[in-house]
């Protein structure tokens, strides 16, 4: 009997990567793409795609899965239970933080990371690294070995006590990471002026998870947001603003962006699908939806949505940060009796992410097809340094495919995720598409509405330097000082 040309064919694929839109077979061999074309020849497995969109697997370029917490809450998802959820909702990269503790150093944060990842996940994964104790030993001694080791994406916090970092260690990290051109995530948001407010609030007794979202109002991000881009230009380098959530902080974005400064932004769906009112459900549900910075009106929405269509994001990602709602450990820690700063933030969706915005953003026309794929998948795989091995179809790339069913009516539903979590912030809404085959490196991990994967198939991936979305412009002649350093 003939040999097989491969060891699978996607046959008659609707194909979208970022750029494009085209018919073909796909052929993989070994995990990889390695032929797109009409009529191709054989494979040992087929499957017929007709009439279907088909896509890059998603990379989830920010989640948070068996990360250690300081205050005593536990994270739901371990790197089993997320990157199946993840599987099952058409992702097929993750990139969660490997954390420093204070006092301690980045080698054991990542020594420790891969300990509780390794024969884990489900899907491929990547690491981007959390300085929380920017000493100079971390940043000068191990940041750059540890970039040269793949570990290219480097987190800074504004804000959070075991995290932050003022603005002058930000400024020594983003240093070196001019220097050895990593890229540097920044959560933005004014420490000083949360911690104010907080103090207020609480001594009036305003306790309700509701008055989280009013102790980190618009501004505080606006600022922050500013001042980040602001260290970026000092420093001649690219900086990307994660978590997104305000008009405010978008237009700060839009405009030095405008400018020509190399700065990328992220959103996540609870920005586009939550509002203030979320946090003041009945009882103390709101606490569901406690994540920072805090989901906003109905205007900053609209201008998120504006942002993922005019280019200004050019990742969209979970931040998946998922805890239990029953559970001493989750956001009902101090429960009714405590107040909003008991409970730990962020909200699970790394399952949801796709569907939701392909739903809502592609079948609705507010993005096209895509942009959908630039921002689930081909920009973060360029910004970290993963591309063109993930996020796009084309020969030689990993079979990371999703066949979508776009032709759904399903409701979101908890007991149908395949999280660790207890509850959804999206229950009861309705969505019109859902992946039907998730491929991993060729491999099915979900299909048939079944999760298809294993434990330990994931693997872990050493990141390129970013490859930048947009040419770097010379800021030479307005940095005078970079030229004495
Ligand atoms: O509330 C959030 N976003 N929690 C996750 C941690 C972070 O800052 O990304
Ligand atoms: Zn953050
Ligand atoms: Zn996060």
Known sequence: MEPHAFDLVIRNAHIATATDVFDADIGIRDGKIVALAQSLASGAEEIDAAGRWVLPGGVDAHCHLSQPMNDGSVLADDFFTGTRSAACGGTTTVIPFAVQKKGGTLEQAITDYHAVSDGEACIDYAFHIIVADATPHTVEFELPGLIERGYTSIKLYMTYDDLKLDDRQILDVLAIARREGAMSMIHAENTDC?????????????????????????????????????????????????????????????????????????????????????????????????CSPPPRDATSQQAIWEGLANGTFQVFSSDHA????????????????????????????????????????????????????????????????????????????????????????????????????????????????????????????????????????????????????????????????????
């Open 322 to 485: 998922p805890f239990n709602y029953n559970d001493p450990k989750g956001k009902k820690v101090g429960g009714e009796h405590g107040n909003f700063t008991h409970v730990p933030n962020g909200i699970p969706g790394i399952e949801t992410r796709l569907p939701l915005l392909f739903s809502e953003g592609v079948m609705t026309g507010r993005i096209d097809i895509n942009k959908f794929v630039a921002v689930t998948a081909t920009d973060p795989a360029k910004i970290y340094g993963l591309y063109p091995r993930k996020g796009t179809i084309c020969i030689g790339a990993d079979a990371d495919i999703v066949i979508w069913d776009a032709s759904t009516n399903i409701t979101i539903k908890n007991e149908n995720l395949h999280h660790n979590v207890d509850y959804t912030p999206y229950e009861g809404r309705p969505l019109h598409a859902w992946p039907a085959v998730t491929l991993c490196r060729g491999v099915p991990v979900y299909q048939d509405g079944q999760f298809t994967g294993r434990a330990g198939y994931g693997a872990f991936l050493r990141c390129e330097r970013p490859t930048p979305a947009k040419p770097k412009p010379n800021f030479g002649k307005s940095t005078p000082w970079l030229d004495i350093l």
């Open 194 to 290: 949360i911690a104010w407010l907080t103090d207020r609030l609480l001594a009036k007794g305003l306790t309700a998870p509701r008055f989280h979202g009013l102790s980190r109002p618009n501004v505080v991000e606006r600022e922050a947001t500013h001042r980040a881009i602001s260290l970026g230009e000092f420093l001649d380098t690219p900086i990307l603003i994660v978590h997104v959530s305000s008009e405010e902080a978008t237009d700060q974005i839009r405009q030095a962006q405008s400018r020509g400064l190399s700065v990328y932004a992220e959103t996540c769906p609870q920005y586009l699908f939550l509002t203030a009112a979320d946090l003041d459900r009945p009882g103390f549900h709101g606490a569901m939806c406690i």
